[in-house]
């Protein structure tokens, strides 16, 4: 592991997993999503990754118009790159999934690397009691759910992006989604240097065990060499342990409400900064620097945050 290296670390800050009663702590307003991405630049996130969410009920919005709230206004307040989803939420279809990317012409968007079952259910062992009449049916629905990315989908969107010259978080839950970006690679659809997203711990996906850190990096390395970025996210309670594994291995991390609720065992995650200044904890103390967002835009090749259409 070099000792010069600098370490990225990606901060999502609301996502589409989690439901507004579940935590006081999620964001859900356009005003609490710009303070969250905010907050967790200012704490050293390099990357802010973003979905939009209905002000009133918390439901998952993947509207140009929801995203039009915040997203001027992060990038006014900070400089952080913004990486737009193109995930939205397992209820979606792509063509909704894609719009704001197709619109806005992000710096990075996320892509989900292949279709997938999902489970959110088993969280209703933990959390009984909702809000809003969407939140249980969601979750629920999510044991007779795929989260559908074929490979028409990520042509789709792999094209459509790229006319805008949006690079990927290209987020691979299992080690087949390591394969398929492979396949998109030697079509020439995606090219390097890649930004790979090893996600651990959902359930439909690799589990947290660190054998399966190490198979990903191991399969990773072999198809990729030189050519990608590797960094990770764990969910639920993987989410620190996995992004110290994987920074000792010489990758970078993903932290956020979006991936994970706590900041410790039964301690829930006050914001978003918690985790990053966690994050930032590992990251030195293993006598490393974190990566500025200037650093990102180099390490990733980015066309930069004023060739945006935000």
Known sequence: MSKNRKVLITCAVTGAIHTPSMSPYLPVTPEEIIDAAVGAAEAGAALVHVHA?????????????????????????????????????????????????????????????????????????????????????????????????????????????????????????????????????????????????????????????PEDVAHMKRTADRLFGDDYHWSVLGAGRNQLAIAAMAVSMGGNLRVGLEDSLWIGPGRMAESNAQQVRAARQIIEGLGLEVASPADARQILNLKGADKVAF
């Not at 009691?129 to 028409?152: A, C, M, V």
Request: proline share 7%; glycine share 10%; net charge negative.
């Open 53 to 209: 969410r209905d002000p009133v009920t918390g439901k998952p919005d993947q509207s140009p118009e929801a995203f039009a709230k915040f997203l001027p206004i992060i990038k006014q307040r900070s400089d952080a790159v913004i990486n737009i989803t193109t995930g939205g939420a397992p209820t979606m279809l792509v063509e909704e999934r894609l719009r704001p990317c197709a619109v806005f012409k992000p710096e990075v968007a996320s892509l989900n690397m292949g279709s997938m079952n999902f489970g959110l259910y088993p969280m209703l062992g933990r959390f009984t009691e909702f809000q809003h009449d969407w939140e249980r049916p969601y979750l629920e629905g999510s044991k007779d759910r795929i989260f559908k990315n074929t490979f028409q989908d990520i042509e789709n969107i792999l094209t459509t992006c790229a006319e805008n010259g949006t690079r990927f978080e290209i987020e691979c839950y299992d080690i087949g989604h390591l394969y398929t970006l492979a396949h998109f690679a030697d079509r020439g659809l995606v090219k390097p240097p890649f930004f790979v997203q090893s996600v651990f711990g959902i359930l439909g996906g690799i589990g947290g065990h």
